[in-house]
Every structure is written in structure tokens, then in C-alpha cells.
């Protein structure tokens, strides 16, 4: 047979005793072999289109992600946006950014968190979040692995301490931790080796929720500054009010927040927010229209409203929209209670709702959250 090495062994050209043209087998690093005709029987041109066809493949496999030059937030964990200045969320958003246009390529795969593993630790039910972070895990090339602690030692009397010990022990780059009890992932940042994401800690903070908010707006909107957001529904048990109250007022947005009084914070006068009891005056000259999940399992022991008396005094819908600006969007952190809190035409209405738009830019804040603390990390055990 004959054959030619073409680019220390990823592109190999070889003709076939039985064929006249010059056959093409091209590997990258990490991934099968594509082997194919060149269509040609002149070695030179069999060349010229064997090395076409591979920078083509490998432009594609590349993320051209611009080292970061300046790391601005330092922290080895991510449990309260209370935590973040202006120019860290700034930071991250810049960050995740880069992984946006990588998401839509057609090898949505890098190494830059190669033999890193992270731990999915959900003490409470999540599809969407659970997943979105396994998704941003396994591009960046790491080992996620989902633990069901529902139905793990802890529900054989192990304390949630127990459990960190023992995982803790197993060297783990980072925890993902989603619990019911407030506070939790911050307590267990300060007993552990790895770094901490909290995702979300009952009704108190969801910081990247607030951060893939933040950048779906900022797609849109570019500046923060004269942005005026309504933030609608079920603040009292709503982390992801709280976590975007924070976020986008630091960014510098102004926020009205409107919901039933039965379901606002005792402090809310505290957070740099404008209260309203009434959509009408509560949305009028907004942006845009985030409404919330009403959080069924948060409202124990209280009497939850009727459905339709509900949705005809908060409900989002389209004619609700006309108080706001004219092309003001709407946003949803998921999962919708559909003709409870938004009319489930306007939530699949492309024009308006950004809403799937949230959960792409979802997988890119996991994506540089990961990276930034990861790194982070490496750099205090290097000191
Ligand atoms: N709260 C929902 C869940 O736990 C969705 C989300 O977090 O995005 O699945
Ligand atoms: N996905 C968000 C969360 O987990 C919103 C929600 O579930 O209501 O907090």
C-alpha cells in the first residue's frame, strides 16, 4: 500500500491496491478517525484537500476561548450573589460569553476541565438545573457524577455532614448543592476541600440563576443602566428574586417587584427594590417582565389562592403585557405553572418570551463558573 503522513500522523493519505485514488484518514485528538476518498488520484491535490478538510474539522473542534487575562473574581466558591461586586458578575458574564457561540458548534466538547470531577449533590428535586449543570460538566470534559441523596445513606440516619465527609474524601474538584435548608451551601463550603456552587438553598439564593438571568438580558439590552424589571409573583419564597434583586440591581437595572402582600418579605423596604400590590401600576415603563414559579412546596401550611382568581389579578398574559414598554420581554426561570402565573401562549411566544433563551444561556454560565472556580482553586493549592 502506498501512503504519506501528512501532520505528525493526523492526516494520513494511503491508495488501496484495488483503488487509484488517494484515500484520506484524518484523526483528532480524542475522537475516532474519519477516513474518506479525497476524490482524487494526484497526490498533490490529495493533499491540498486532505489538509482543507482537517482545519476545517478541527476549527470546528476548537473553542477559541480567549485566556483570561485578569481574573477578577478570585473566590473558590459560588453560595450568595451577596458575595459579588459589580465587576466579578461582570466577570462571569464576560466568561460565559465565550461558551455561547461554542454550545452551537457541532462538537460542543473541551478538555479545558479534563479529569476534574464534580459532584451533582440535589437534596431536592431538579431536573432542569441538575441537568444544565451535568450538560456544562461533560463539555468542559469533566466526571459528573449525579448522586440521589434521596435515596442515599443520609436517609439511613447519616448526618448531611457525613455525607460531605465521605465524598469530600473522594477528592472532588467541585459540589454542585441543591438543598431545601437555607444557608446550607455556605456551611458546607467551610468544611470541605472542593469548590462549592450552590444551586439553589430553599428560599434564600440561586446564584447562577440570577447570572444566566443576567446575561439573557444583557443579549438583549447590552447596558443595564436604564433598564427598568418587573420582578413578579411569589417573592417571599422565591430565591431566584432574591438572587436577581441583588444581581441586576449591582448591575445597575432598576427593579419593581409586584406580587399579592401575602407574598412579599416583611423586609422587602430593605432590598433596592419598588413594591407593588398591582400589575397595572407595577409594570408600567418596565423593560421587561420576569414572573415567578408560585413555590407549591414552599407554601406548607398556608392557603394557596385559587387558580383563576390568581391568574386574572397576577397572571401574565398578553393583556396584562400592554402595561409595560411596548417590546418589553418576559422571562421565566422555570418550571411554569402554565395558566397559573403566565398564560401558556405568551410563555411559547418567540416575539416575546425569552424563556428557552434562559436555558441556553443556562449551560454557559455553568460552563464558566465551573472554569473560573476550578481555576481558582488550583491557584490557592499552588500557594
Ligand atoms: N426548580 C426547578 C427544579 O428544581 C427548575 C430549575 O431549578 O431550573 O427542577
Ligand atoms: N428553577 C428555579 C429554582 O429552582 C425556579 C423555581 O423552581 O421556581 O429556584
Known sequence: ????????????????????????????????????????KILKEAE????????????????KIKKTLNNIYKKMHLVETADLNKKEIEFILDEAQKFISFNKMKIK?????????????????????????????????????????????????????????TINSMNPDVLIIRHPDEGISKKISMNVDACVINAGDGSHEHPTQALLDALTIKNRFKNFNKL??????????????????????????KINVI???????????????????????????????????????????KIM????TYFNKYGLDYNKLKYAKENAFVMHPGPMNRGFEIDSKLADDV??????????????????????????RDNVLKS
Open 1 to 40: 500500500m502506498n501512503s504519506k503522513i501528512l501532520k505528525s500522523g493526523h492526516i494520513k493519505l494511503y491508495k488501496r491496491e484495488n483503488s487509484k485514488f488517494w484515500q484520506m484518514k484524518i484523526k483528532l485528538p480524542k475522537q475516532k478517525a474519519i477516513r474518506s476518498s479525497s476524490g482524487t
Open 109 to 165: 466538547k473541551n478538555n479545558l476541565l479534563e479529569g476534574r470531577t464534580i459532584f451533582n449533590l440535589f437534596f431536592e428535586d431538579s431536573t432542569r438545573t441538575r441537568t444544565s449543570f451535568e450538560v456544562a460538566a461533560k463539555r468542559l470534559g469533566a466526571d459528573l457524577i449525579n448522586v440521589a441523596v434521596k435515596d442515599s445513606s443520609i436517609n439511613k440516619g447519616e448526618t448531611l455532614l457525613d455525607t460531605m465527609t
Open 228 to 253: 427598568l424589571i418587573a420582578i413578579c409573583g411569589d417573592i417571599l419564597h422565591s430565591r431566584v428574586a432574591r438572587s436577581n434583586i441583588i444581581i441586576l440591581s449591582k448591575l445597575g437595572a
Open 305 to 308: 389562592p385559587n387558580q383563576k
Open 259 to 301: 406580587g399579592p402582600k401575602e407574598w412579599l418579605p416583611k423586609n422587602i423596604k430593605k432590598l433596592p427594590v419598588t413594591v407593588f400590590t398591582d400589575m397595572k401600576k407595577g409594570l408600567k415603563n418596565c423593560d421587561i417582565v420576569m414572573m415567578l414559579r408560585i413555590q407549591k412546596e414552599r407554601i406548607v401550611g
Open 351 to 376: 416575539t416575546r418570551s425569552l424563556i428557552q433563551e434562559q436555558v441556553a444561556m443556562g449551560v454557559a454560565i455553568r460552563m464558566a463558573c465551573l472554569v473560573i472556580l476550578t481555576k481558582n
Open 48 to 63: 491540498k484537500i486532505a489538509l482543507n478538510h482537517y482545519s476545517l474539522l478541527n476549527k470546528e473542534n476548537k473553542i
